[in-house]
Structures are given as structure tokens and as C-alpha cells.
Nanobody, 121 residues
Framework: QVHLAESGGGLVQAGGSLRLSCAAS????????MGWDREAPGKQREMVAE???????NYADSVKGRFTISRDNAANTVYLHMNTLRPEDTAVYYC???????????????WGQGTQVTVST
């Protein structure tokens, strides 16, 4: 089985920074894409940042210039560096990945359990 483990959420004042981590573990064969979504109260889940299947990075317009996604391929880990945080960044952040389990012949979407980020004024 494949498991995504997130860490790094918390409470921060506006203008502050946080770094989220997401590590894929278990029977990870290959990773096609990996990134972060978020879901704020009363809003739809939205893509925040990702490495797509071609290895390119994509960002939501609302976070461009403030958030940076990076990865450690050897550790199957992706990071989200969040700077100049705003109260509207408050949400549950979910790691997601498209991974081929070594025991399977196809890629599957996986999701982490989410980590809360709260930005106070």
C-alpha cells in the first residue's frame, strides 16, 4: 500500500511563513505527479501548487510569488514553502499524488489526510 503523510501545518500570523511536507511511503513504484490542494470552510477544494506529469510546476494565481513547491525525489517528498501568508490562506491543505504501486500495473490517485493551516490577523 501507498501512504501520504503530511506535516507542518499550524497557526501563524499574517505575513508569516510555514513549510508543509508530504512524504509518500510504502509500495511506491513511481510518482507521476505530486502537489497540494486546499479546502477552506464553505469553499471548493482548489489546486494550490503541483508538479505535473511533465515535471512542470503550476500554481494557483492567488499564491503565485508567495508559495513555492519543491521536492526531494530520493525521499519521495514534496514541500510547500508558504511565505507572506494571508488570512485567506486559512484552509486544510491536502497532499495528493499520482503513484504507481509496485504491485500494480497502473497509476492511482492518492490523498493525504490533510493538515490545518490557520493564518491570524
Amino acid at each position: 500500500q501507498v501512504h501520504l503523510a503530511e506535516s507542518g501545518g499550524g497557526l501563524v500570523q499574517a505575513g508569516g511563513s510555514l513549510r508543509l511536507s508530504c512524504a509518500a511511503s510504502g509500495s511506491v513504484g513511481s510518482i507521476r505527479a505530486m502537489g497540494w490542494d486546499r479546502e477552506a470552510p464553505g469553499k471548493q477544494r482548489e489546486m494550490v501548487a503541483e508538479f505535473d506529469m511533465w515535471g512542470s510546476t503550476n500554481y494557483a494565481d492567488s499564491v503565485k510569488g508567495r508559495f513555492t513547491i519543491s521536492r526531494d525525489n530520493a525521499a519521495n517528498t514534496v514541500y510547500l514553502h508558504m511565505n507572506t501568508l494571508r488570512p485567506e490562506d486559512t484552509a486544510v491543505y491536502y497532499c495528493n499524488a499520482v503513484i504507481k504501486d509496485i504491485n500494480l500495473s497502473f497509476f492511482t490517485d492518492y490523498w493525504g489526510q490533510g493538515t490545518q493551516v490557520t493564518v491570524s490577523t
